[in-house]
């Protein structure tokens, strides 16, 4: 599984995936979870945060077919916790230059089967981690369900409380903010089986999504053979 | 009607295309050619797309000054199917005179109706041009008037000249239009209209149906807006509008 980071930079390249975000959104949060007041006759669930500047990740399986998603939002522009729910924090909302605020996390699907699921939802911790550390993010901060902190913690996420738990009409939640502990990039690929970075960001300027792709994932030539190369191009322009 | 005052009319109809190459927006071409017509009796003028390049019948309204509820009742009884004046522009460029049509007879039931209903709209006789294109699309010109309109040899040749060239110069203009809208991203009304309803849910019949025009110009119109906003399916074109705010949530 890749995660690639969409942005207003190269949403072009990723239309497809951008719909199939937004329905699987909808499968999740309205038919899922139960919430309601998203619900769309057209089945995209899309809201006010849905802007040029939010950035998605979207998880995608070797054949491109999308295994979830998450979505961030700077906390210098308008987010949830700032314009929908400011009741949830009890203290004033953490915003700044290193803080994001992360929403509509929705790894696997129940249909998908537990082994499809697990690595989504391993996939998209990795994804925001190595999202924190290429933008220079301190923290997320975020509106959790309280039935998704044990499985948070168990991750590594150390969630702390902005405020008293919500009960609202179909669970509970709490707005938290979670320090982006890179440490824990390590354990995390290890029991996700992979030892190269997940992320992918392919520049906007990429004509061919797969071309970029496969030469993020060739290795460099080895030195040897670099050397190897050059002397046999000098040797050529001496003769 | 002498054959002078036919000529002098023609004279005058070379000056309004002339004036007309310089005309800058759609608005100005249409009050020249509103003048233009209206020497020969007409009050409204109207430039459809009869067929489109693949050879599908099309019946899009592209511009000109014309009853909108006439518009929209001949969409409504599905007038194109027994129509022979788009029968005729299709297969041939000639352009056809209503009055002809109905003096050579054998008009069938619907199309006695069709020229009874168009009589109560207002339009008693008609004058139509077909533009047959280099891609092998057929556009037509209508051009119509609340009385006979009286129209020799010389007359019917100016009619025809002035229609093509209103035909080509609002083309262009259109184009040039479209081409600034996709540039700038920018969606028009109607195109703004359908994709709201698609994102209510609604299929390109029932948009039709709401917002009282065929299926098929829906389509068209949320074919434009794609290409507008840089995406190939409806469902793209909704997502996008919303993000940028050209649509409601």
């Known amino acids: 599984m890749d995660v690639h980071v969409i942005t207003a930079a190269n949403r072009s390249l990723y239309l497809d995936e951008i719909a199939a975000m937004h329905r699987h959104r909808h499968e999740i949060f309205v038919k899922y979870y139960g919430w309601t007041a998203l619900e769309s006759p057209d089945g995209l669930e899309i809201d006010e945060f849905d802007t040029p500047h939010t950035v998605y990740f979207v998880i995608l399986d070797k054949d491109g077919q999308l295994r979830g998603c998450d979505r961030v939002i700077p906390s210098w522009r308008p987010h949830m916790l700032t314009h929908l729910f400011p009741e949830y924090a009890d203290r004033p909302v953490p915003i700044g230059p290193a803080i994001w605020e992360w929403s509509r996390h929705a790894p696997g699907h ?9 690595q989504a939802r391993l996939a998209s911790s990795i994804a925001l981690l190595e999202f924190a ?19 948070a913690a168990r991750v590594g996420w150390r969630p702390e409380p902005l405020g008293a738990p919500v009960r609202y009409g179909e669970g509970e939640s709490v707005a938290c903010l979670c ?7 390590p354990r995390l690929r290890r029991l996700a089986g992979v030892s190269e970075p997940l992320l992918i960001e392919i520049p906007a300027q990429a004509k061919a999504r797969r071309a970029v792709e496969l030469a993020l994932k060739i290795g460099p030539p080895q030195a040897a053979d670099a050397e190897a190369a050059i002397d046999a191009v000098l040797q050529r322009a001496q003769s | 009607m002498t054959l002078l005052v036919q000529e002098e009319r023609l004279e005058r109809a070379f000056g309004v295309i002339d004036r007309a190459f310089a005309a800058s927006t759609p608005e100005e071409l249409d009050q020249l050619m509103k003048g233009a017509f209206a020497e020969f009796g007409a009050r409204f003028f109207s430039v459809d797309q009869m067929r ?3 050879g599908a019948i099309v019946g ?12 929209a009742h001949y969409i409504e009884q599905r007038h194109y199917l027994h129509d022979r004046v788009v029968r005729h522009a299709i297969a041939c460029p000639r352009p056809r005179h209503w009055v002809d049509e109905q003096r050579a007879g054998n008009l069938s039931h619907a199309e006695k109706r069709l020229f009874g209903e168009a009589g109560e709209f207002g339009l008693r006789d008609g004058f139509v ?3 047959h294109q280099m891609d092998g699309a057929v556009a037509a010109v209508a051009v119509t008037a609340s009385e006979k309109m009286s129209l020799h040899a010389v007359d019917k040749a100016a009619l025809r000249l002035l229609s093509i060239y209103y035909c080509s110069f609002g083309l262009l203009l259109k184009q040039g239009i479209d081409a600034k809208g996709r540039a700038r991203n920018v969606l028009t009304p109607r195109q703004r209209e359908c994709l709201q309803w698609a994102r209510a849910g609604k299929s390109s019949w029932e948009i039709g149906e709401i917002i009282g025009i065929a299926e098929r110009t829906v389509n068209f119109h949320i ?8 995406v190939t399916t409806r469902q793209q074109a909704v997502i996008e509008a919303v993000i940028k705010g050209m649509i409601s949530l």
């Open chain 2, 60 to 71: 899009i309204h592209h511009f000109g000054q014309w009853p909108d509820d006439w518009g």
């Open chain 2, 223 to 230: 074919e434009e807006a794609c290409r507008r906003l840089n």
């Open chain 1, 133 to 151: 550390a290429s933008r220079g993010i301190e923290a997320y901060t975020g509106i959790l369900e309280a039935r998704a902190l044990p499985m």
């Open chain 2, 52 to 54: 489109d390049s693949s």
């Open chain 2, 129 to 131: 041009t077909p533009v």
């Open chain 1, 110 to 118: 129940p249909d998908w089967g537990d082994q499809i699921n697990r």
């Open chain 1, 179 to 185: 320090p982006a502990d890179l440490s824990l990039l």
